[in-house]
């Protein structure tokens, strides 16, 4: 309250103060927010998901997308994958294994710039979710991990993945669940989805939703933070 009090208009402090205070929800993180956090974060981001927070979701979304595509009768084929808030590339390993072409984008520079260093992906980009559908079109699969928990509004950003996405394309998201209503912005000030809003959001979209299955997505001060993975189909 103190720093909003000497910068009124900062968005970066509005949101936090709006998670911790739970006054109100917000449709999403602002850019300025995402950017600062995970450029800081950059250089120790792997060792502190995959060792302290315990984090997998790549690797389980990669697994639910096979199955979805051996389901499908679609698993011998090669296929252009968008990771849409990419990271460092924690799930470029698995889902390299059956791309024709990997793309990545993030909004932080400094986790794009690891990304680039471990030589997965074909194409890397500085860019905000929400402006996929301007840059990209013929996705076979959009992988969405932990980027939701910074978005709440999913009918304002499902339309885009679906825009991106080939007839029968897959979307492969993970985010974090909560019994409220739609979606609330927690006091980690991030985001948590209702199981029936994540379907009719899906559904508003033109998807049609194939797995929402419970997952243990992380730890948060040693105690596990329930989620949901998701496949759906365009």
């Not at 936090?16 to 950059?42: C, M, R």
């Not at 993945?161 to 912005?185: C, K, M, R």
């Amino acid at each position: 309250k103190k720093a909003l009090a000497i910068e009124p208009d900062n968005k970066e402090v509005q949101h936090i103060l709006a998670g911790i205070s739970q006054e109100e929800t917000p449709k999403q993180a602002p850019a300025a927010y995402v950017q600062n956090l995970f450029d800081q974060y950059a250089v120790y981001y792997d060792k502190h998901l995959t060792e302290v927070l315990k984090f997998s979701v790549p690797q389980h979304l990669f697994e639910a997308a096979e199955q979805t595509l051996a389901e499908l009768n679609q698993q011998s084929e090669q296929y252009t994958v968008l990771d849409v808030g990419c990271g460092t590339g924690l799930a470029g390993p698995y889902f390299k294994l059956i791309a024709k072409r990997l793309i990545g984008i993030d909004l932080s520079e400094q986790m794009i710039a690891v990304a680039k260093t471990k030589e997965l992906y074909d194409q890397l980009e500085v860019m905000n979710a929400t402006d996929i559908d301007q840059h990209f079109s013929d996705i076979d699969i959009v992988v969405a991990s932990d980027v939701l928990t910074y978005i709440g509004d999913l009918q304002a950003i499902f339309p885009r993945f679906s825009s991106v996405l080939n007839p029968g394309g897959l979307l492969a998201f993970s985010t974090e669940q909560t019994d409220e209503p739609d979606y609330i912005l927690q006091t980690t000030v991030r985001y948590a989805h209702n199981k029936d809003y994540i379907k009719s959001a899906l559904t508003d979209a033109g998807f049609t939703l194939l797995h929402c299955d419970n997952h243990v997505l992380r730890t948060q001060q040693k105690e596990p933070v329930n989620g949901y993975l998701v496949i759906a189909r365009k």
